[in-house]
């Protein structure tokens, strides 16, 4: 409510300030009023726009935060369009903050609406947030706005092509996502894209592959700390994560592979060779 | 395993510490079944203090989930004994808040300390709006209750006495919804309107003199420790509870001398100005080294953990909420519990600023911009340096530097230097612009 209840006086004095907005690119939303100046934030201070939330974006290597307010009838939103550098990096902070809870939205590659507060959206580079200030972000007006703006943003809109290196065989569908740091907690595993998966018997269970440029980085890291053992031709390095059991990783033609949530060294040697067959 | 598998033993989860005592794994699905004891040369909370008025025994090391995801990570450290845990409804747009909830489940609720936050400024703000946002929160969370419920941000000293909040507030209390009442502050924000200088002391002071709040969390280090012990004054006069952020600034600039050597390189021909101003970065370069030097340190965590013992040093610092989402990052800071401030950690401490603190601009400062005749940003291009030093983020410094839009550094080679005159620190200010031109330019 703070951008609202003192916009028209406090229009004179953004002038004088000279905020860090100013001239908008913000794209226009059919159906949609802009009600506020466009800020931008860059990684040196979206701190101060989101405050600790900021890390997360930081981590996935953000570029710029463009937010203005919109309004249409009784609802005003906040609208946050975050440049991610990639559309990998948009993915994978889409995927962290949507909990893999998307559906397909035309014009873009996902979206999620949660009424009555929110609404986010994927496209290209770009990810979309959407939080309701005044009235409320019902489902149909929700998916409305994000088709508009959807319409407004360049981008692609298919998957990363990254995510093409996951197995297709047992994916759960809608599983995949991808962390550049600290995957399963551990510091050694970054650039990790992972996704689900299940087979006839067993339970599901998390395989992930490693992005090319980081595989040989990575991979000399696990030699350095991790187990290692032999099998059928393929060197495996694995370890324990408490509470979540073994996990494991081995290269292959197509890079460093691995699965993690397995009981004993059996299951995992089972679920690493389907993996990377 | 069959007959080919070969296994050699290596430093198995040398890197966390920890380990299942006795046999078998549990499986991924039951993990949260069984506690599994952590080997004995796991790090374990050794202190815990009184959060104020709340009486509740708080561990030193809390636990700062800005980003944090990893359930399991979670759990390890409430085995360790974490047992204070700082969360927002907007972190990690919630999901912070769900693998928290997930590590809780099947615990003793009662054990642990949850403090959760809500924005005023986005996301509905009237009072059914904030209730019904916090019952979410508490379905993230997969709890009853909060132990504390903060106003997130408040950057504005009358959001401490926003009407529907503390409303909200005492109702959800009423259900037994939320126990206590805190408010979190990073000192200067950036709002709608353009930047704001409300210090973080005149929020912190509106909330004591209000008297309804019971915590409060703030930033407080040894580099910037005057307003930070103001405010820890303050709350004692009211017996809040003390919680920090932002404890360990440390920067050793590991590639420093090779920044120089690049900057030398490029600047074969230089003038006496330049030449002045280099030799006073070098001195900065040698300062680093002696100090190094003097007290063994291989890695800036040596530093950091010096810096930490120094705030909890206080005893009415209560405790503190680094970020943690990696088992390396929660074994380095519980290991750093009850540990003692040493005469040597403080000497390290007090040697860091007189060597170094001078260098150091600080964050958020910008008192000197307002002398400049050329309006350069300095506290903007001290940071690009700080990303291509201190981050060997080069090509990223180099094309925001780039794209300043104002005033570069350039015009500091001509300039008498209002900009030392005015800054309260003493930081050779035109030595590390034109350091940080050198660096940020092409040759």
Redesign the interface.
Known sequence: ???ML?FTA?AA??AL????GGESDFPEVEGWTQE??V?I?????L???????A??FV?YDVQTCRTT?LSSGDVVV?VDLYDMGSPLNAFGVYN????GSGEPLPGAVEALVSP???A?LLKGATYV?V????GELTESIGRELLESLASALPGETRYPSELDLLPEAGKVTGSAGYQS??F?????LTDCLYAEYSGAGD????GFVILPASGTSVWNALSA????????GLTVLY????????VGVTQTDRGVMGV???????QL?QRLVGFVE | MSSQDHVSRRRFLKSTGIAVAGGGVLSHKAKHLDAQPLQRTAPQVREYRTLGRTGFKVSDIGFGAGFFNNTNVMQVALDMGVNYIDTGEHYVNGQSERAIGEALNGRDRKSVFLTTKLNISCGGSTKEQLKQRFHKCLERLQTDYADCLMIHMTPQIEQVKHEAFHAAFEELKAEGRVQFLGLSNHGRQQSWWGRTEVAMEDVIGAAVEDGRFDVALFVYNFLQKEQGERIIQMCKSKNMGVTLMKTDPINLYARIEESLEQSRARNREISETRSRMARDYESYVARAEEFKQRYGIQSEAQARAAAIKFVLSNPDVHSVCPSINTFDALNTYVGLSCEKLTDEDDSMLDNYDKLLGRYYCRHACGTCESSCTNHVPVNTIMRYSHYFEGHNREKHAMQKYANLGTARASSCLDCPGHCETACPHGVPVRSLLVHAHDNLVLA
């Open positions: 409510m703070k951008r003192s406090a004095i953004v300030l000279s905020c860090s506020s100046d800020l934030y860059d990684v040196d201070n701190w101060e726009y989101i405050n600790g939330a890390e997360l981590e307010d906040t962290r903050e949507s909990s009555p507060y929110q986010l947030k939080n309701a200030i005044e740091e600290g399963l907690g551990l510091t050694e339970e599901p269970w998390q700390d991790w187990e290692s053992l032999e099998h059928n370890r324990e994560i408490p509470y979540r059991g073994l993690s949530g397995a009981a004993d060294q059996a040697l």
